[in-house]
């Protein structure tokens, strides 16, 4: 009986819990995969993703959490509106297509800017490797 009165008050409990707003954003270089792994996260088909113009958002629940991600664009035009997104992010998702050996450079020196961002101080940073 205590047992069963005790699944009961954590079930109460979880209830309770407040719905957990956690907004992500995802960077990369343009054609680094960044679409490719949004559609696998949310189980759909990864084939024939088109470029991403300015930005996605995409909603997801995940148990009591209510998880936004903003799959921002990568060109070199579109990386300057990025830092917009930083303030509001609760971490960032840098994806790097391993396959393009001729942008490491690139894609190192564009990591880096991002992680030297005073928006970004302190905050989760995943990297994700693809190869697109």
């Excluded at 819990?17 to 995802?26: C, S």
């Excluded at 679409?35 to 996260?41: D, E, M, P, R």
Aim: aromatic share 8%.
């Amino acid at each position: 009986m205590f047992s069963l009165m005790a699944n009961c008050c954590n079930w109460l409990k979880r209830w309770r819990e407040p719905v957990r707003k956690v907004t992500l954003v995802m960077v990369g270089l343009d054609n680094a995969g960044k679409t490719a792994t949004v559609k696998g996260i949310q189980g759909e088909s990864p084939e024939d993703v088109a470029p991403t113009v300015g930005f996605s958002k995409i909603d997801l629940k995940q148990g009591r959490f209510e998880v936004t991600i903003f799959d921002l664009g990568g060109g070199k035009r579109i990386r300057g509106i990025w830092k917009n997104y930083y303030a509001e992010a609760y971490g960032i998702i840098f994806v790097v297509d391993s396959s393009d050996t001729e942008r490491m450079e690139e894609t190192k020196e564009t990591m880096t800017e991002v992680l030297r961002h005073p928006r970004i101080s302190g905050k989760p940073i995943l990297v994700i490797t693809s190869s697109v």
